[in-house]
């Protein structure tokens, strides 16, 4: 069956970086969105960036836009979520997800991984 692998969480300070990678198998990887959606502690998960199958096109949380980057290497079957000048409040587990269209739209999303922890001290 289809398996996401997400690693790259972590502790880090304030203001740092890390950078979030998720590994697919058993999924023609190049013909899917992915996605990356993360939930805090308490709070409903919600969506975080988008990527078309291209990584031509890619859609940002306001939340995240300007500060986060999600790209692909499509060779690799691997999806990255870079992040950078990290808040306490992107504290949360982080969930990469495959959908097979319409990389605009937040919903629709078929496959996911177990996620990863990211923690922001302040």
């Known amino acids: 069956q289809v398996q996401l692998v997400e690693s790259g969480g972590g502790l880090v300070q304030a203001g740092g970086s890390l950078r979030l990678t998720c590994a697919a198998s058993?999924?023609?990887?190049?013909?899917?969105?992915m996605g990356w959606f993360r939930q805090a502690p308490g709070k409903e998960r919600e969506f975080v960036a988008a990527l078309s199958w291209s990584g031509i096109s890619t859609y940002y949380a306001e939340s995240v836009k300007g500060r986060f980057t999600i790209s692909r290497d499509n060779a690799k079957n691997t999806v990255y979520l870079q992040m950078n000048s990290l808040k306490p409040d992107d504290t949360a587990v982080y969930y990469c997800?495959?959908?097979?269209?319409?990389?605009?739209?937040?919903?629709?999303?078929?496959?996911w991984g177990q996620g990863t922890q990211v923690t922001v001290s302040s």
């Open positions: 997800a495959a959908k097979e269209y319409n990389w605009s739209s937040e919903g629709g999303y078929k496959y």
């Open positions: 058993r999924l023609p990887f190049s013909s899917y969105v």
